[in-house]
């Protein structure tokens, strides 16, 4: 049975992780775009650069994510003009949840991962899902792989449980360098999976310094 | 209407049961739009495209299909778009001619407003994409796959630009790009033999090479093709022409040789 609505949303696939450390955030996510079994790029870039401590890395359909962060980009700078100053991770993660019940009835097929630095300097991490409830944690992962990365972030990252009371700050304890080999490593492990993921990955970290990119290989099969 | 079309045009678009072609809309659930979908009636199949030495080469044949049945041969699926660009479309036909009016008046403004600018083929496609994604939105979509090719001087020199986009607002850049079949044959193709700077001929060869692959293997192709390239000289869509093919294969001689059976 085809219904009405059916062709207005396809998913591009491919995955994102963003990692918050104690001063310091990692972003990631792979660099193809597939529609059904075909790729039809292998090199189109997930990562938003919102604002100057704030990167957003989406997976789902395209088409909404790339109007999402142009929508959220042009926000941002309208928030320049009238603040004088940049938006702040978590300033935009409010807006970014705002934007996404705004189209309750007809969502972004976008499933969000934020990361940057909070006001403190900390690294934090919000994550979403496609009609805008949303939550500070220390890790997460969104898309097609995010089923096979998540496990092993809850595994590795001696966060402390959620579940903890009184609650515990969720940064992890690792070092920059660590956490990064730690994205490289769950990012290989889930395209040998995920048939959506793989190609490239592209990994950008946000510390007091500023911003730094870096793309390593993955497999292309 | 379904039984009309059906009977007197042997062979029309199956349009499933339950919906109206023409003038079909019903109130939305909330907000009081008016909700309209389609189906692509005449369309065009597989569009080509690449980067080569001197800018962009782009194919497809020049038919459009109503169905199952081949309604026009002689389909002009290509366009050049201002001085820097041209753009192919496979899919529904009107829709096509619809966003080359769009690109008209586009190109009109740009020109008119005579500040020594021009559009060039990445604001064409980012146009587009939003032209695309918009009508999308209104559940009234230009049942297209939009191939965007051209040359424009940029800071770097001449910046050579391919740009896809399809009917619900997906868009990449890519060195080669394909639309419909082409993506499943040709892009293989592509993907192996497709090199930085080729010469014309050498595109001409890989292009033919694809286009043969799609004239075997889609049924909705046809053995008239047109070739179209862009430079920083300009646009050129060459005249429609024909590959040769080859059916001596010993299987097809008697292909029932094999078959067991009283039929």
């Not at chain 1, 660099?31 to 090199?43: M, N, P």
């Not at chain 1, 997976?59 to 980009?73: E, T, V």
């Not at chain 2, 065009?44 to 044949?61: E, P, Q, R, W």
Request: aromatic letters at 10%; hydrophobic letters at 35%.
């Amino acid at each position: 049975m085809s219904r009405r609505g059916d062709w207005v949303y396809e998913n591009n696939g491919g995955t994102c992780v963003a990692i918050a450390g104690a001063d310091y955030c990692v972003v990631a996510a792979d660099t193809r775009l597939s529609v059904g079994y075909s790729i039809l790029t292998r090199d189109h870039s997930k990562i938003c650069d919102l604002a100057d401590k704030c990167v957003l890395a989406s997976s789902g359909f395209q088409g909404d994510i790339k109007a999402l962060h142009k929508n959220l980009a042009a926000r941002e700078l309208l928030y320049q003009h009238q603040h004088n100053k940049r938006m702040s991770c978590p300033a935009m993660a409010q807006l970014l949840s705002n934007t996404l019940y705004y189209k309750r009835f007809f969502p972004y097929y976008a499933f969000n991962v934020l990361g940057g630095l909070d006001s403190e300097g900390k690294g934090c991490v919000f994550t979403y899902d496609a009609v805008g409830s949303y939550e500070r944690t220390g890790y997460s992962a969104q898309g097609t792989g995010s089923t096979l990365i998540m496990p092993v972030l809850d595994n590795q990252l001696k966060s402390p449980s959620p579940l903890l009371l009184p609650a515990r700050d969720a940064v992890t304890p690792l070092s920059e360098s660590e956490a990064i080999d730690l994205v490289k490593d769950v990012f290989a492990s889930a395209t040998e999976r995920d048939i959506y993921t793989g190609d490239k990955l592209e990994i950008v970290v946000i510390n007091k310094a500023g911003t730094k990119r870096e793309y390593i290989e993955l497999r292309k099969d | 209407m379904d039984g009309f079309s059906k009977s007197i045009g042997g062979g029309g678009p199956n349009v499933p049961a339950g919906s109206h072609p023409a003038g079909g809309s019903q109130a939305a659930a909330g907000g009081g739009a008016t909700q309209r979908t389609q189906y692509p009636y005449v369309t065009g199949t597989s569009v080509i495209a690449l980067k080569y030495k001197d800018g962009v080469i782009m194919a497809c044949d020049t038919g459009a299909s109503y169905g199952s049945t081949l309604r026009y041969k002689s389909v002009e699926r290509i366009k050049a778009v201002g001085k820097h660009s041209i753009i192919g479309a496979s899919g529904e036909y009107s829709d096509f001619q619809e966003i080359l009016r769009y690109l008209d008046e586009l190109t009109l403004s740009d020109h008119m407003w005579d500040d020594g600018n021009s559009l060039g083929p990445k604001e064409i496609h980012s146009y587009l994409t939003r032209v695309m994604y918009n009508r999308r939105n209104k559940f009234d979509p230009l049942w297209n796959s939009l191939v965007i090719g051209g040359v424009k001087k940029g800071p770097k020199g001449d910046e050579k630009y391919l740009g896809m986009v399809n009917m619900i607002g997906t868009h990449f850049e890519e060195n080669h790009v394909a639309t419909g079949f082409g993506n499943h044959l040709a892009i293989p193709i592509l993907r192996a033999e497709w090199h930085e700077d080729m010469t014309f001929e050498e595109a001409v060869k890989l292009v033919e090479k694809c286009l043969l692959v799609l004239l075997y293997r889609d049924r909705s192709s046809i053995n008239k093709f047109q070739i179209a390239k862009i430079t920083t000289e300009g646009s050129t869509i060459y005249p429609p022409y024909s590959l040769k093919t080859y059916w001596g294969f010993t299987h097809f001689e008697n292909p029932a040789q094999g078959a067991v059976g009283s039929w």
